[in-house]
């Protein structure tokens, strides 16, 4: 090949990297702008008390949020409170939602979109409705495939970064099907999973005090307290010879003090193992924790409380220290009330948590305790010094001339 036409294609080569770089930088332009400037697709959409549910629709996938008097509960939950953050969240965002494309479609593109009805076998989209209190659709919409977008950042690993992320949503509004709408925001968060839409508020056990656990085998159970917030732990019901192992009930000083749930249920724990938890604030937990499901571990949680209700203020107390600690120990009580109405609350429904949530808990007697000590431990123990044997070496003690008494 000759020199000129090395150069032509080098030329040619250059010319199309350019214009490959020139023609993606005015895509991405043109999706900034489209996203920025796009039309609002549900501008009329309620937030306030107009709305009154919210279904979503995947094959045999359902989710439902109603509004139940003055809360928001997930349906397929029977009822349990749903995260209503979430929920204000969400539809604040999808109130502001823009076009950022839209183009006409047909049966094969909604296919291809993953736009074809709920109840397809296969592209199926996801149906989102918005009801009034009558059961009236206020608006609707079809969800479908994820737009990706290639990460051109280069890897740590040294790969091309994979297939890229999700950067938008292809959608259809209300009952159209003939104009698809491409939005910029994933819209990860609308999925038909009721678990992923509770109020994941839990239980949270402070200045622990003493744990018991009763075993269906009576053998495995066991009691255990201690006298201050960072003491020792103790059986309460110690057999000769037995003794805490330090290392396996250190778990015990922060057990249960920020636990969450990941789903809740109806069929209730079965040969389940009860623990009681007393804390320092004079608050008694009783939890059912039966045997594991699929990962998880269902449990029920009924909780009680003793607390005084008065301060009594010690003699010599000055004037300014009534009032002080007046107003803590009223503050305190009203955080104490509060924290009680909240936990008790949780009476009556079954938790699925994970498995190390209740770990620490859940061992049976044998498993809490020092290995007992052997003779061969004591004949390894180091002698006392009174019962030393004497050193044959050593210089013999010589005895000492004392004067006699006059």
């Not at 690993?157 to 994979?162: A, I």
């Not at 749930?261 to 193992?273: G, I, K, Q, S």
């Amino acid at each position: 090949m000759k020199t000129k036409h090395i150069v032509i294609l080098i030329g040619l080569v250059v010319v199309v990297g350019f214009g490959g770089l020139w023609f993606k930088a005015r895509q991405d332009a043109a999706w900034q702008r489209a996203s920025a400037g796009g039309d609002k697709l549900l501008a009329r959409l309620p937030v306030g008390e107009n709305l009154a549910e919210l279904r979503l629709e995947q094959g045999t996938n359902r989710l439902t949020l109603a509004k139940r008097a003055d809360r928001w509960v997930v349906v397929e939950r029977a009822d349990y409170p749903a995260n209503f953050a979430e929920i204000s969240r969400l539809m604040l965002k999808l109130r502001d939602l823009k076009a950022a494309q839209t183009e006409p479609v047909g049966p094969a593109q909604l296919a291809r979109l993953d736009l074809l009805a709920p109840d397809s076998p296969t592209n199926a989209g996801t149906r989102v409705e918005f009801r009034d209190a009558t059961g009236q659709v206020l608006e609707s919409l079809r969800l479908g495939k994820q737009q990706m977008r290639k990460d051109n950042r280069p890897s740590p690993f040294g790969d091309d970064g994979g297939g890229g992320f999700p950067a938008g949503r292809w959608l259809l509004v209300g009952d159209a099907t003939d104009r698809a709408v491409l939005v910029s925001d994933p819209l990860s968060d609308l999925a038909p999973q009721p678990q992923s839409w509770l109020n994941k508020d839990f239980i949270k056990v402070e200045k622990l005090k003493a744990v018991a656990a009763t075993f269906p085998e009576a053998t495995n159970s066991w009691s255990v307290a201690r006298e201050t917030e960072s003491g020792e732990w103790k059986l309460t019901d110690a057999r000769e010879g037995e003794k805490l192992d330090a290392g396996k009930i250190s778990g015990f000083n922060w057990a249960l003090s920020s636990p969450s749930f990941n789903d809740v249920a109806t069929e209730p724990p079965t040969n389940a193992v009860t623990l009681r938890l007393d804390t320092f604030d004079g608050f008694s937990y009783t939890i059912l924790a039966g045997e594991k499901r699929d990962d998880n571990l269902p449990m029920t949680v009924t909780v009680a409380a003793t607390y005084p209700r008065e301060r009594t203020a010690p003699e010599g107390e000055t004037a300014e220290d009534k009032t002080r600690l007046d107003k803590e120990f009223a503050d305190n009580l009203k955080r104490l009330d509060e924290k009680l109405a909240r936990e008790k609350a949780f009476a009556g429904r079954v938790f699925l948590v994970s498995s190390w949530t209740l770990d620490a808990l859940l061992k049976p007697r044998a498993e809490l305790l020092a290995a007992p000590e052997t003779p061969a431990d004591k004949d390894d123990a180091p002698a006392d010094q009174d019962d030393a044997a004497p050193d044959a070496d050593a210089e013999p003690l010589k005895l000492l001339d004392l004067p006699t008494a006059n």
